[in-house]
């Protein structure tokens, strides 16, 4: 559908100049435009000089009378809607306005209320009419074979497109049934069911082998549509074909090719294949089918190409084949083949882009059976096989040990997460426990004031003396200090929501170290929050030794996996507290924490006043094992995994710097951005 036209430009023709005012003005308050005329002449020059959507038209005009410029506009602006006026009513002038194609024939003085709404009919026919004329053009001009039949099947149009690929002119079809076109090709039981498929209400959509007038066959795709009116009958169908004897020829040259191809590649003593972006084999020549052992039937069925590789060889098939769709380099093109039966044989493998458009969608290649070289190399592997049968051994115990350490780092890890969180929720809970024992007792002592209050209020319902009770009463709230009961009760619910809110905030933090993502998945993360959390959690190992300075600027949200960096932060303040601790000194020591951010990085140093690193040491801190504390209190490898999450995993920095008066700062970079 078109827009609705929102503003239009009409052409009001009136002899009375104050007429022809009061409706270019009453047109104006609509929201149209309008230009005027008073004369037939001007009138047909500014319908052949400008755009006009609507003609108001007096009949008793000066110069060219108004039915000559009505019949002007239905031969040339056949759309053009055209609204009469007349100040008086002739029945012949009415007549032969609409004879001539006029929209409406209005009396003066016009109501402006039926003014308004002829307007808005004549509109909607404007905009009606322009919609079928150009719906008219577009189908009679389409490439696309459009015919349309009645019920029975006769036709009773079709466009231009039919025409030059049929041969047949619109006259000598108009009637006919389309089996004027049948070649003879197709069975009766073919047509059978294509007409009951359209008569049930249902599209159909086919091939047809049709003869042109000249007797030229020709290939046609179709696709033939009941055309249903309100109640549900059908009284068109629309068939929308389109010529395909170039594409049925191109198909079969191609399939000539294809098989072409397929005798020369068989003759080939090496087998030759193609997979798709996602390995699938899409082709294999006949020797590929005998070395491998598969048949043509399980390659129709779908045959992924790292089936033809031994289970420990996919991973770098793989990679390489994504190295060969990058148009990377690789090396190492020899693999272990495997065949359908599970027998395995060495292979070379030869392979290249397969590109289509600028974009690659395959790889190609050849595949040689490399058995015999394979068997003159294992001689010689032989002659070596005890040396490197040591050299393994001691490989694996070396990899055994270095995967212990690793481990034992994070069983520490671990502990350390453990003891704190330990100790830093005994403390409220045991605050709480006390505090519950109190409230116990207090409920106890309201219990007993409360049998007095009860004792005094009967003695006044029955109507006697109780001074007596209320003597009792008084002694006993002196005795259990009511008011100072009340107040310590309140203190202890403000105490305990203070413990309860210390146990959530250690639960929170706990939580957020606990989650965890996949080892190279990135979230968008607070470093100040995953401090915050590093502190609460390590607080048993600073809180006897260290006092904590934060200052931790507003930093946006940065791309990490936050187990990894809580690690890192954690890692830094145990170390500094272990190193303030390590030292004999009278007062706590300090361990500052800042963050700040520049255009590409954001940035966190924790900084302690402990003994600083010796400067002959400070650039093996990093290596794996090494450590400056103490036998058996340090694996060596907090500092070491945590250069490799910080440099090796996120691409930021880790340095360490020693000031002259003391003390150690550690400095983390970490990126705004994934690079």
């Known amino acids: 559908m078109f827009p609705s036209q929102k503003k239009a430009r009409f052409l009001v023709v009136e002899s009375d100049a104050s007429l022809r005012s009061s409706t270019a003005l009453f047109i104006k308050t609509l929201g149209h435009d309008s230009v005027t005329a008073d004369n037939g002449d001007a009138c047909i020059e500014l319908l052949n000089t400008s755009k006009i959507d609507i003609l108001l038209l007096d009949v008793h005009i000066p110069g060219k009378n108004s039915q000559e410029i009505l019949s002007y506009a239905h031969e040339h602006f056949p759309d053009l809607p055209v609204i009469m006026t007349a100040s008086s009513m002739s029945e012949s002038d009415e007549a032969e306005s609409f004879a001539k194609g006029a929209f409406e024939y209005l009396i003066q003085p016009v109501n402006q209320a039926r003014l308004g709404i002829t307007i808005k009919k004549a509109l909607t026919e404007s905009e009606s009419r322009r919609e079928a004329s150009l719906f008219s053009v577009v189908v009679t001009n389409s490439p696309i074979t459009i015919v349309v039949t009645d019920r029975e099947g006769n036709i009773e149009f079709v466009n231009n ?178 065949r359908k039966d599970g027998t395995t044989f060495p292979i070379l493998v030869y392979t290249a882009r397969i590109m289509r458009d600028g974009m690659p969608v395959g790889v190609r290649g050849i595949v040689l059976d490399i058995t015999p070289r394979k068997q003159i190399e294992e001689k010689l592997q032989q002659l070596n096989q005890t040396l490197e049968e040591r050299i393994e051994e001691r490989t694996k115990k070396l990899e055994s040990t ?179 601790s390590s030292v004999e000194r009278s007062s706590p020591g300090k361990i500052s924490i800042h963050t700040w951010l520049d255009d590409s990085n954001v940035y966190c140093s924790v900084a302690d006043d402990g003994p600083g690193i010796p400067h002959e040491v400070r650039n093996r801190i990093f290596d794996p094992f090494f450590t400056t504390k103490e036998p058996g209190k340090g694996t060596g490898l907090g500092l070491s995994i945590s250069y490799d999450i910080v440099v090796n995993k996120h691409g930021g920095t880790l340095s360490v710097d020693c000031p002259d008066e003391k003390g150690t700062v550690f400095t983390i970079s970490l990126p705004l951005t994934v690079a």
């Not at 000249?214 to 009958?233: F, K, R, S, V």
């Not at 043509?296 to 190295?323: C, I, T, W």
């Not at 709480?432 to 004792?455: C, G, H, P, W």
């Not at 959690?537 to 507003?554: D, G, K, Q």
């Open 161 to 338: 497109a039919f025409c030059r690929t049929t041969g047949y002119s619109l006259n000598e079809v108009i009637g006919q049934n389309p089996r004027v076109l049948k070649s003879g090709e197709q069975s009766e039981s073919f047509y059978k069911e294509l007409w009951e498929t359209i008569t049930s209400g249902k599209n159909w959509h086919g091939e047809f082998r049709n003869k042109k007038k000249n007797g030229d066959l020709y290939w046609e795709t179709a696709a033939i549509i009941p055309i249903i009116d309100p109640t549900w009958a059908i009284t068109h169908f629309i068939s929308i074909k389109q010529d395909i004897s170039l594409r049925k020829k191109e198909l079969e040259a191609f399939t000539e090719s294809e098989r072409r191809f397929q005798e020369l590649s068989d003759l080939l003593p090496q087998t030759i294949f193609e997979i798709d972006i996602k390995g699938w084999i899409t082709y294999t020549n006949r020797v590929g089918f005998d070395t491998f052992g598969y048949t043509n039937e399980d390659f129709k069925k779908g045959v992924h190409s790292l089936l033809l590789f031994a289970p420990e060889e996919r991973e770098r098939v793989q990679q390489n084949m994504e190295y060969r769709v990058k148009n990377l380099p690789f090396e190492d093109h020899e693999y272990i083949g495997r």
């Open 402 to 580: 270095h995967q212990q350490m690793i481990l034992h780092e994070k069983l520490a890890s671990i502990g350390l997460l453990a003891a704190g969180i330990a100790h830093e929720l005994n403390n409220p809970i045991n605050f709480v426990k006390i505090n519950f024992t109190t409230l116990k007792e207090a409920v106890s002592d309201f219990q007993e004031m409360l049998k007095e209050y009860r004792k005094v209020i009967k003695k006044f319902e029955e109507g006697s003396g109780a001074t007596v009770e209320l003597q009792a009463m008084h002694q006993m709230e002196q005795y259990l200090a009511i008011d100072t009961l009340f107040k310590d009760i309140a203190e202890i619910f403000m105490e305990s929501q203070r413990g309860f809110e210390r146990i959530t905030g250690i639960i929170a933090s706990m939580r957020n170290f606990s989650f965890r993502h996949a080892i190279d998945e990135r979230v968008m993360f607070d470093i100040n929050h995953g401090i915050r959390d590093a502190l609460t959690i390590a607080r048993n190992e600073y809180r006897n030794c260290a006092e904590i300075e934060t200052s931790l600027e507003e930093l946006p949200l940065i791309p990490c996996n936050p187990e990894q960096i809580n690690q890192v932060f954690l890692n830094l303040i145990v170390n500094s507290a272990h190193a303030i």
